[in-house]
Structures are given as C-alpha cells and as structure tokens.
C-alpha cells in the first residue's frame, strides 16, 4: 500500500519559516516525481513545486519562487518543502503527491493533479499578518 505522510504545517507570523516533510512508503521512490500542491479556503488547488530525481530537477510556480525550496532524501524516501519568508496568502492546507516520472516530466505536468498517482492527507498552513 502506497502512503504519503504530509508534516510540519503550523500556524506562524508573516516572514518567518516552516519546513514540511513529505514521508513515502510503498513505492519505489527514485521513480516518481513528488508534488507539493495547496488549496486554500474557496479556492482552487494550486500546484507549488515539483522535484524529480533522475534527472535532479525542481520546479516552482511563480508565487513561491525565490521563497520556497524542495529538496528530497532518496534514502529516507522524503521530501522536503522550505517556506521562508510566508506572507498571508500562503495560508492553505498543503498536499505532497506522487507522479510516475515519465508523466509528469514527459508531459511537464509538474502542476496537474491528475497526473499525480498518490496523494497525502495535507497539512495546514496559517500565517498571520
């Protein structure tokens, strides 16, 4: 059975920093591209970053570039989401998601959920101004 578990969320002041976790179990992981995507309160799921492994690669929507970072450990079979300087309109319940690599490099659907296979159970994320 295939598991993601999202962590780390938090209730925080604008400008300061979390650090989500994404733990996968049940897959091969060096096989998949993992995704972090986050839906606010009547809005739309919006896809925030993507990282593969082979090639090394990230990807980061134009509203969290330059303040979000994702990196992975292959050997734990985790994947990292840095939030630095939040600011209120982060606000949302942030998702981690796997895709199979050759569908969302081949397609560059590194923001389409529904090219993602799995999906963790979110993690809430509020930042006060």
């Known amino acids: 059975e295939v598991q993601l578990q999202a962590s780390g969320g938090g209730l925080v002041q604008a400008g300061e920093s979390l650090r989500l976790s994404c733990a996968a179990s049940g897959l091969t992981f060096d096989e998949y591209a993992i995704g972090w995507f986050r839906q606010a309160p009547g809005k739309e799921r919006e896809g925030v970053s993507c990282i593969s492994y082979v090639p090394n690669t990230t990807y980061y929507a134009d509203s969290v570039k330059g303040r979000f970072t994702i990196s992975r450990e292959n050997a734990k079979n985790t994947v990292h989401l840095q939030l630095n300087t939040l600011k209120p309109e982060d606000t949302a319940v942030y998702y981690c998601?796997?895709?199979?690599?050759?569908?969302?490099?081949?397609?560059?659907?590194?923001?389409?959920?529904?090219?993602?296979?799995?999906w963790g159970q979110g993690t809430q994320v509020t930042v006060s101004s």
């Open positions: 998601a796997a895709g199979p690599l050759r569908t969302i490099l081949g397609g560059s659907y590194y923001y389409k959920s529904d090219a993602y296979s799995y």
